[in-house]
C-alpha cells in the first residue's frame, strides 16, 4: 500500500467536522464558570445564533 492510498483513506470530512464540533464545545466548557444551558450550547455548535444585546 502506498502513502498517498492510506491518506486518502484516512480522510473523512464528515468525523474531522464532528471533531471540530467537540474541539468548539469542549473550549466553551473549559472557560465557563457554570454548566452551559442548552441555548449556549446550540450556540456554539452553530445550531442557533446569539441572540442580539439590547443597547440603551
Known sequence: MRLSE???RLHDDVA???IELVS???SAV???DRR???AE???VLGVCEE???ERR
Open 6 to 8: 492510506l491518506d486518502r
Open 16 to 18: 474531522l467536522g464532528e
Open 24 to 26: 468548539e464545545l469542549l
Open 30 to 32: 473549559a472557560v465557563a
Open 36 to 38: 452551559l444551558t442548552e
Open 41 to 43: 450550547i446550540d450556540i
Open 51 to 53: 441572540p442580539a444585546v
